[in-house]
């Protein structure tokens, strides 16, 4: 029976190292894509918060058109730099974003 238990050892051991490995990785891997979602929706909301912010200003110092833009990308650029790299954002993108962010915030000026 020790004989047994002695040659059985090294291998249950090896079992539960391949289990404890698994659910280590199952919970890291887990973890990652829960924070990783939380820190992407927190640069999305910055990221709003920075064009709107950027458009009242840009409206305030009374800019129009590609001049507001401008302006909006720059305080973008300023205030959320890690929001604009962590969601990849490209020019475009960000410059069809800050049109439209400045449109609803002209709509409210107006108001």
Request: glycine residues 10%; proline residues 2%.
């Amino acid at each position: 029976m020790d004989i047994i238990k002695a040659a059985l050892l090294p291998h249950i051991l090896e079992i539960i190292g391949i289990l404890l490995a698994s659910l280590i990785g199952w919970a890291a891997n887990t973890a990652r894509r829960k924070w990783g979602i939380d820190i992407e929706a927190r640069h999305r909301e910055a990221l709003q918060s920075a064009l709107l912010n950027g458009a009242r200003l840009a409206l305030e110092r009374g800019f129009g058109g590609q001049a507001a833009v401008a302006e909006i990308l720059k305080h973008v650029q300023i205030s959320v730099p890690d929001a604009v790299i962590g969601l990849d954002a490209h020019k475009e993108v960000l410059g069809n974003l800050a049109q439209a962010k400045l449109r609803e915030a002209a709509g409210r000026h107006r108001s």
